[in-house]
């Protein structure tokens, strides 16, 4: 109970000191100016993305294999400063390399491995308050021997003391507090109170580049300094992990993080203990001190809401409540990076000068459109909510590692995401992606796609009923337009693996000109995305559908093609800009663009679809896509709820062989214009569908539709205000229909209906992909 006190005590204390201290955005006229370029001056920082073509002139391995045993001697055996121009490559092979490693004054150098980072280890495990006798070098670049303990920057695993150093696909480990956890079990020295201080990598130097690094800690992991007497201390970190608890980036440098993942950690500390991320000691003078853009900031599992500050001023060398003008005066800008739910405002610097953004004791530390992670990226499919809910529940991508969430801006950065396959991902959009454009973010037409055989007035000429008949199309335009549809396939069909989560975090973010495909995966959940104009380019004539014939597409917004346990809830269905009854005919039938919104079939199975929004829509939802797949029957079990079917033709949903739970819907109809009703829910072959307290309004022609199905029951139901009997109204508009019994089955889960009345209005302003 004393735990909980003092984390609930902590809590509102957070509470509090957000309402305190807000957290300043800059204009965007100042941010245009804060960018990475004025940061790095006249610094151009090189490309280290292809280590296999240098040619190290030494080789670091532990089993003799290569030109030294140690790290250290490598670092020794580099030319001095001064004696040589040319740069030096240090490759360090697969390992862990236990020891204090110190590097300084020395020729430019790299120092890299060729894998994953995490195959070589730096590691040590000194700490600030750890004693040591007189006359013991702290560390090798920081002697301080006659210091009775090592102090926060002897206690670093590397320190490079240095200009013109790069390190690639190396950890650098400090691991001293590594067997504290609820703020029990520290060593000699250290405790909650200080001297757990442990660093892994400090920089002393210029034009200092780190890419693909994990340096990983606890408190005060990277030490970014400046020496006294330098003007410049640049510091570049890319595409890297840097983990701690307590001011875990800090220092005097100029220093830009890019696209990286800043991890608080969570454990270490007693309960009701926060932690802070930033710590810049940036000269009052000096304009510039740390930049972190396009980055992410995520926690280990178990850290609360608000607990970690982005950080504080280290007002170094100042006592508590001493800071004066001229004294040191810490600046950051955190910028165009997503942002967790774990974290807090900035704090009172170290010397307790409290925040606040103006005036002479102004902390310079400020945001630029960054992104708040939404807390449902974590979320997985309540217990007892639905199909999707049974034999082991849906949990998508929850499982996945902070490595592997991810943020998205751009179909490269998204294909690289999916690239992950079937590992544990979620993938958060910041961004609505063109799946039909190319590159440069130009959408490709049918000129851009068709094969050089194909030509449209040709294929209408060739095969107009009138003279080739009621054959389907064959020859070579139609191969030529099949040739056509591969290549806009290839482009528009983006393919999501298993245990993944995709998820919106800006109003908009989502997905137009193509169709998220989930074929033959398993546990994935797409949640706030807006879906847009699968539209497609190379529709295919059946000179048979219906009779009469049909232009049919190929694409549906989002397809499950033999997918189990998926989730898919909050998100919005449309054409978009291209509407079906805006294009033209052809044969005497209209040539459709767009398939379903979403579409289940394939035996699809535990699906659960939930507070969506479809919108001017023809063929909205299919389970099942034909009355010969028999295979399908024992599966696509699919639960929806809480949808708004506003202004559809049909399919909401249209059902085969399914066991399929219809509830708390809102279905707005009418019967004139583009989108006129034809039905709402379609009873198919096999089918067996349970409606609950769903509700029509305005003027539908028909509620259900009999289409070999035989099973169907409905419970609450409301239209345009009063009780309303379904079949009854199917028996008066289809008095030829097959009798129509009982569903057969009851819902195996606890989700239950709701009273219809008074929810129209609830769906109407909480469906769909809008921010709520």
Known sequence: MKAWAAVTTGLLAMALNALAHPRPQLEAAEAARLNAAAYLGDWQPATLDDPARWRPQAIVAADGSGTHRTLQAALDALPARGASAQRHYILVRPGTYRGQLCVRDKAPFTLYGLGDAAEVRLVDGRYAGQPKAPGQAAQPCIPALEAKAHGTAGSSTLAIFSDDVQLLRLSIVNDAMDGVRQGQGYPEGAGEAGGAQAVALMTRGDRIQLQQLRLLGHQDTFYADRAANSETARVLVRRSLIAGDVDFIFGAARLVIDDSLILARAGRRAPGQGGYVLAPSTPAAQALGFLVQRSRWLAEPGLVPGSIALGRAWDQGVPKGEWQPGAPNGQALVRDSLLGPHLGPWEASTARRPFTATGAAANRLAEYTNTALPAAAFETLPAGQGWA????????????????????????????????????????????????????????????????????????????????????????????????????????????????????????????????????????????????????????????????????????????????????????????????????????????????????????????????????????????????????????????????????????????????????????????????????????????????????????????????????????????????????????????????????????????????????????????????
């Open 389 to 772: 809910s049974m034999e082991g529940g849906t949990r998508g991508g929850a499982d996945a590692k902070p490595e592997h969430v991810l943020a998205v801006r751009t179909r490269a950065e998204l294909d690289a995401a999916l690239g992950l396959g079937d590992t544990p991902k979620i993938i958060v959009l910041l961004a609505r992606i063109d799946l039909a454009a190319d590159t440069s973010g130009q959408r490709l037409g049918a000129a851009d796609l068709c094969d050089p055989a194909y030509d449209f007035e040709a294929f209408v000429r060739q095969y107009d009923p009138a003279s080739w008949g009621r054959a389907d199309p064959s020859g070579p335009l139609e191969e030529a337009r099949r040739r056509s549809a591969k290549r806009q396939a290839a482009q528009i069909v983006l393919r999501i693996p298993s245990h993944t989560t995709l998820i919106g975090a800006v109003p908009g973010a989502g997905f137009a000109g193509g169709m998220l495909l989930l074929e033959k995966v398993q546990q994935v959940i797409l949640r706030q995305l807006h879906f847009s104009d699968a539209y497609d380019l190379f529709p295919a004539w059946e000179p048979r559908d219906n009779g009469h014939g049909e232009w049919n597409s190929e694409y549906d917004n989002v397809s499950l093609r033999g997918a189990r346990h998926v989730w898919v809830d909050h998100c919005s269905f449309d054409d978009g800009e291209h509407p079906d009854h805006l294009e033209a005919s052809a044969f005497g039938r209209p040539i459709q663009r767009h398939d379903g919104l979403l579409d289940i079939t394939k035996q699809s199975d535990l699906v659960t679809v939930s507070w969506n929004r479809f919108r001017q829509h023809d063929k909205t939802t299919l389970i099942g896509a034909g009355d010969t797949q028999t295979a399908d029957a024992g599966t696509l079990r699919v639960t929806l709820h809480h949808n708004l079917w506003e202004d559809v033709k049909e399919r909401a949903p249209r059902v085969r062989f399914g066991q399929v739970h219809v509830l708390n819907n809102l279905y707005l109809a009418r019967r004139d214009g583009p989108y006129a009703q034809g039905y709402s829910i379609g009873l198919g072959q096999g089918s067996a569908l349970i409606s609950e307290a769903n509700v029509w309004e305005g003027e539908p022609s028909r509620l259900l539709r009999a289409l070999k199905g035989q099973r169907f029951e409905d419970r609450g139901s409301l239209l345009n205000g009063s009780p309303v009997d379904p079949l009854a109204l199917l028996r008066a508009a289809q008095p030829d229909a097959p009798a129509i019994q009982p569903a057969g089955w009851t819902p195996p889960y606890t989700l239950r209906a709701e009273p219809a009345a008074g929810l129209a209005e609830r769906l109407r302003s909480q469906a769909g992909a809008a921010p709520r």
